[in-house]
């Protein structure tokens, strides 16, 4: 049940949040359904003003009722009960749409629950393992080449679900028409080898390369490398516990500050969502996700000719801000809240990480995080514009 | 030389800044020229890494030396001596770029010195007036009219000064192509008797109407009305000191988040920046500006039949984050620190604004804050997606 | 694992740290011996420089690892080790103090284990009960009466131990002469319902009862009562859950603030440790204490026509900041240092709680808080200046 | 108007709030008088909460409103009609009691004022003279001597003004009588030379010589010597600019966590005020106080064979926190507020300093500051427990 900092949670709120989610906005829908406990609405729900007040974020690590194992048997019965309903094909289209956005939303907290324990785990000082045997890939390395493209009109996002197409999420809707200028983007993403060269180049203390915010929290907070890394910069601590940095995958842990800093002091910049989705958009959603069972980013086993590693590894900061696409529409409801009100401050990440479900993303997948986010699987990807 | 809050300067700082901007970029580069000291680089830089370290901005208010008397003897030695300069023709063509820049930096200046001034004579029990023979101007209100556009392939943007074209800041270069959606623009900002009405609907009580940030704001600063009105909602603070609320003239003094939140009680957006310049380009850059001396927004004389108030009286908001356009170019050298470091966590505002400077806003300007500023002239128009 | 705020610390944090301070500063002295786990050093040492460096304070709740089932070991191994060496009589005479420092020691974090779960308890929406059995005992109420003493001179303090005496805390030595001028004491602490009427008499809302900084601690944090009281003033959070108040308990969980707002409002002040321990010298050490079982202050089931209620029931705040004794002694070495480098900013506190250990204190004993510290068992007993 | 912390005030607002004091106890009370200005009661009254609500400390800077002059107005404005009334034997006893205090009020903010203007100017990178034209004097050194005593019962304390005696602060009374054990008293205070073998000997790394929380603030604010002195430990800014450092002039603007770090470092410990009170009962006030116009602490120009420099030079940190005497009572009404509500959490200091009026120190006479206040001109004078 520990909480490492605010904007994490602890796992047993995990698995009571997205078990109260099936149980708040489909079973208590359902005739005669009673909830078991109400006063639960309070302790889980996360953010959703329209299902009544809720426990304060930060204060969740202080929830040491219900117990661990009250919250399993919750889980239980919830699970009984959709199971039930499930197969009594009692529940309307429009509740089958909220098990599916439900389904949705707890692959999404396996992710950060993976990801919130590595924190945790890296506040303790004694640095305890998530899993001592977790595989290592040693993938294969290949030097940067750059893919061209032309300026074009593209189509970009998802037709909206439910009504138009399978789940997407209403942030990525509606699909709508981009002109996206020429440019050129990195085959693969910024390794270890090239990061550490930043950082002998004194990347951390040059302030000419940082944002003006970015440079106040290098200097507030002391950054000299990304997170998890040690201070000698030979070694990472991972979920499988501390390793020799690979230099040929993936750097990982970046904020959006470093990624930017890292791309100006690479005479390069940070692709645009746009640039990324067109880039995506024919790949097969394939890569190192948390499926292949590694939860560390990797090289590939053989380097490709073309564009590599665009889904899993990292999540990759784009230099677009998170906004509205023209004729967005939140979805109807208390469910409205689960994206749209976000939409300030944060950065569009693209192509999901070595924790997420490969079934989860897709090539108009759009998650955010501000500025200084650290703790999550980001990395980044170099673009250009074209000479 | 108050500094109210950390976002402010002093008076006697910005008459100082501005003036030392021509002596560290201008004169320091002629030859023979020496600094009257050196020790003021230190004090009055504002953000130039490149330009060495720099007193921290929110500590300005702590330099009761340099006298005003002092400060006043450097502008008027520093103005001699670029009169002189430019009279003997003595400065190449970079450096008269540097003046034409530090020009264009005075005009910001002057805005911000009222804009701080009023905040500064805001947080004093005796709300004092700045001035007290301000003039009043009570124009001619309108109902709301949409006014719509189809889908179009627009150019964005200003050709980049000096090689391209007359003066605009990095941040309108390059002139570019953007794909505009059909919408529809609001012929005039929203007036304070529409926000009245937000505010009587409870608008500031209501969670879903904000962004979740937003929300939180308003709940940790107690947010009820704009910044300046008074308690009953029938008087603002002005520069002029306490007046009747105009219910005709623009609400002035809004965040980001109020804007967003009253669009979306609207049932209406912001419009992007890219909507707003697409419809400012074809008209004159004219309106209630610094030069009018009213030095507070109010309904045009005569309602228009077209858009009205585009430029001048409110900077407005829009949905439009502060990134970079698709090729740009931080200016060469320190000065290229002007605009781009901050682009992070910031909006746009478009044109101009009753305490702007009518020769210094165009079409293109880009002016930026964070979601949470209010103490800027900034207002808001409405947009909609056609239907 | 819980740690509800920083002043708190985890259960799991309060077995492991008492387990350590016997190995650490008792078997680590011993020939042969080897720490389990040096790492732990830094983990559970709770404010000892010579020991080392060691994990930030509000930072204990983080710790997730070493488990509950390592802790519990932990506590065993380092039990049987020490009962070995004691059988063997394997330890010297300074050793054998450590021991006895260590049980007094592990007695504080008795006490502090409920009071920590109480605090972490009332934090959770669910205000879960630490104990459904808990016994309730109605006493006899019984009105106020001064005890009058004349001016003398009164031998304070404890002979310092080890040398001079059995056990007592180094800041309770030397024993010296005070003079303590003529004065009354009230023969019990403040009742429930005595607090009560200086809530409804605006005790809250009026500044001139309060210290400067304790009127500032009322308005920024919204006390209106004491900690754990209901919003109705009629019932009050225990370890065994919401209870209806009882008029004639003593008042709990008062702050020094609010137990010296109060004593101005009576029109009397608080006791000075001296005049304290004048009147409980000649008293035997008895009263409701943790012994007792109910966790929870109460009326004395008789009341008695003397002092009653100096020991247990409630820790009383008195008037004597915590300051050093005349020719007052830290012990030598680390152990040095318990108690003096606390002695900054504190208020004593005299007697004990119902949560106390009845073999742990006595007449000279000290307890030490700051002024805002409403999470102990603490109340306020009354007293005068002579007529 | 400079306000460089909230502890300080801008010099304007001294002014004013003197005036005010006057107007506002004495002025306001008389038949007829009518205030210049009620809204200046809420911008000029510090911290009376009978006499109404008050602006906010830390925001004193910026009252850029009433001007200079404004206030310069007020006093001469107040000042004539306060001439009138004494010389129209217009004020009754009580209210000349109320000038009386006035006075004396005044007397302490004419040392805050060069105070604060010290630390105003130490902020300013420029560092600025206040006077460029004061004496510097190099006094005779001597080596520390001890001066002993016996355990005694000591009168302390001033009988009470108005009605016993001649003025003293109600905080000085009642006269009662103290056990004061046996002890030793330094001649003289601890000098710059002596701190400085301190810092040689690493006094600012080594935790076990620190309070707790004075270790915390050493590492928090990264204190590696006094205030104002320079980092190479040779100089010091003083209220005439940057000056050597006198070898044997008496250190000063140390916290009380400094001077008790030294002490402890010195194996001695400070004195408590009783012991100071009666060393000092019978010396002459007389000393460097700011009527001699030096403005900074020096070693006296001929070293005495007794006591020296107990009065004027530097405040003295004494181990006796702020606390009342038995028998205490605040003054009656709205003035007493002046004194009493001050007793928490601070330290007493003794025997004004360089910049203290002459005339307005004695034996009794009780300053108070918190733990980690260094801006005050305070130092040390060590004490020791008799062999």
Redesign the interface.
Known sequence: ????MEDASPTKWHLAHTTWFFERFVLAETPGYEQLDR?WD??FNS?Y??AGPM?ARP?R??????SLAQVFAYRAAVETRMREQLQAGALDARLLDVVELGLQHEQQHQELLLTDIKH??S????T?AYREDLPRVHGEGSALRWISRQ?S?VEIGHPAWPDQAAFAYDNESPR????V?A?ALAHRPVTNAEYRDFIADGGYRT??L??????ETVRALGWQRPLYWSEDDAAVFTLGGWRDLDPDAPVCHLS??EADAFARWAEA?LP?EFEWEQAAASLAVDGNFVDAGHLHPHAPRTASTGLQQMFGDVWEWT??????Y??YRPWPGTL??YNG?????QWILRGGSCVTAADHVRASYRNFF??DARWQFAGVRLAK?SA
């Open positions: 049940m520990v909480q490492s006063a309070y302790l953010y003003q329209g426990h204060r690590g202080v929830l040491s009722r219900p945790a785990f506040c303790n000082p004694l305890p300026e009109i709508h028409r981009v002109l200028p440019h302030a000419t940082w944002l003006s915010a970015g440079w959006y500050y910049r645009t230099s677009s801000a998170y906004t509205a023209p004729g409205g809240e009100k976000f939409m300030d401050a501000p500025s514009d």
